[in-house]
């Protein structure tokens, strides 16, 4: 069936499975991704159909996981390797900023590291400490990276697919609230570009700017303002590194406000470095400052209140009322 309803974490285990049967060197690595399937079943059936040789369940040691796919890549495989949460990633994050993001430029563009790292992230399912980060932004800020995001089924199916083909390293962060949503996905597409922003819908009078998570409340917040009459329109980012910056200049020169959404925190969030860029090259159609919205500067809360850190409906409507108070 050429079309079909996936979840994405669905979408992401079928893409996972196109990737090891079209290429023998691709490779899937981490904590309980082979007997268990992944903690979210994301790599669920894929190392009973492809072997233990190619779907490996690692130790319990991230540094040791991004260092022994780095010496794979080196000898010509596409190592695709798991952080089981975002927040454990900072063992390895050593071996990613300063082995793996500089090889290429290191080695005078004759090394190539393929690498795929798929990191499941944001709040959203009542986790304890150290599961719901939102560490996009310290990947996006080390050249040499390129950091992704994917906000629904079919963009998850391809965008891995793209991600994996890539010469370049990938930090692929998958939001895991949103791992139980289903879209159509479908297998024939011709897939949009990997770093390219999308219109999710259409509008006239505010762009509200989102990757991952945050795509559902922006679009459910287009909703509740057309009700009162305000044309709003959804631009999926998809990508933190780079950032498809004239794809948010031509909607903001048409719609003349902006408001970036994340739910990593605003202060030094990839929304900063979009609110500047924009100012600079869209000073004069700008009739509003471009507002943030995303997490608080502290650090994530228990799970029994986190619904209070996240931004919601309400904040970013809120968001949207100030911009067209201007």
Known sequence: MATEKLALARALNESLRTALESDPKVLIMGEDVGKLGGVFRVTDGLQKDFGEDRVIDTPLAESGIVGTAIGLALRGYRPVVEIQFDG????????????????????????KLPIVIRIPYGGGIGAVEHHSESPEALFAHVPGLKVVSPA???DGYWMLQQAIQSDDPVIFFEPKRRYWDK??????????????AQVARAGTDLTLAAYGPMVKVCLAAADAAAEEGKSVEVLDL?????????????????????????EAPVFLGTGAEIAARITERCFYHLEAPVLRVGGY????????????????????????DRSLAF
């Open 88 to 111: 454990f990633v900072f063992p390895a994050y050593d071996q990613i900023v300063t082995q793996l993001a500089k090889m290429h430029a290191r080695s005078l563009g004759t090394v």
């Open 152 to 154: 629904n089924a079919a």
């Open 183 to 196: 879209a159509e996905v479908d297998r024939q597409a011709i897939p949009a570009p990997l770093h390219g």
């Open 238 to 262: 998809r990508s933190m590194s780079p950032v498809d910056f004239d794809a948010i200049q031509r909607s903001v020169e048409r719609t003349r406000r902006l408001v970036v959404v994340h």
């Open 297 to 320: 500067h502290a650090p994530y809360p228990p799970a029994r209140i986190e619904e209070e850190y996240l931004p919601g409906l309400d904040r970013v409507l809120d968001a949207v």
